[in-house]
């Protein structure tokens, strides 16, 4: 698979490109191996260069969020976080859509939810201009647009349920992405020594 070529098609003809996916029947480790991680590891990346060489002012007492310890914080968080918000989700996607359903689609459910998070993936490699990363939630927006058109076509949930579980699965997906960046940062705060007493204060946490 070309990741690059998916991502742009997902992205510019997303009805054509899941009845494409809703052929195929790859799992989660395998979307995981040939999808998720190229783009997170460019994403982690590219995190790396703009916490570690560019930089950001908060505007608050004069500090600016920049080395190479702090890239590496935020690189590794951004990795380590998004990867497990997607296996939490996809879990959880295919837990609920058996209860919808009567029946569970694990190779569904992982191609529904990696696919559907590419705006989240691309919007990543915005933070190699730290200043601007807000935006990439804007971005992620789309996901939720992903979100319904993959439900017309992947076997997970009844047609009348689709608005419904689009909101559903999409706060799901935001729920996890919070918590597990909430509870990754801590741990990796706490070793790069970016805790309350570290060198960045609370912005480290």
């Known amino acids: 698979m070309n990741v690059v070529e998916r991502a742009k098609e997902l ?15 790859a799992g989660l480790p395998t979307l995981t191996k040939i999808y998720v991680m190229p783009w997170l590891l460019a994403g982690a990346f590219a995190a790396f260069i703009g916490y570690g060489f560019i930089g950001m002012d908060t505007g608050i007492l004069g500090i600016r969020l920049k080395g ?18 997607i296996i939490l989700t996809t879990y959880a996607v295919d837990w609920f859509s058996g209860k919808f ?29 730290p200043a601007f990363a807000w935006s990439g ?10 979100f319904y058109l993959g439900l017309n076509e992947l076997p997970i949930i009844a047609a009348g349920k689709r608005i419904a579980c689009t909101a ?23 070793i790069f020594g970016f805790g309350t007493q570290g060198e960045f204060g609370r912005f480290g946490i």
């Open 137 to 146: 939630w804007i971005l992620g927006l789309y996901s939720i647009y992903l």
């Open 101 to 129: 359903t009567g029946e569970k689609n694990m190779a569904a459910s992982a191609s529904l939810v990696v696919y559907a998070i590419t705006p989240l993936l691309l919007a990543n490699l915005l933070r190699v201009f």
């Open 11 to 25: 992205l510019t003809d997303p009805k054509q490109t899941w009845k494409k996916i809703s052929t195929e029947k």
């Open 68 to 85: 190479i310890d702090w890239g590496f914080y935020i690189g590794l968080k951004l990795l380590i976080s998004t990867m497990a918000s």
């Open 168 to 190: 559903f699965f999409s706060c799901v997906m935001i729920i996890c992405l919070l918590l597990t960046n909430l509870i990754v940062g801590k741990i990796l705060g706490a």
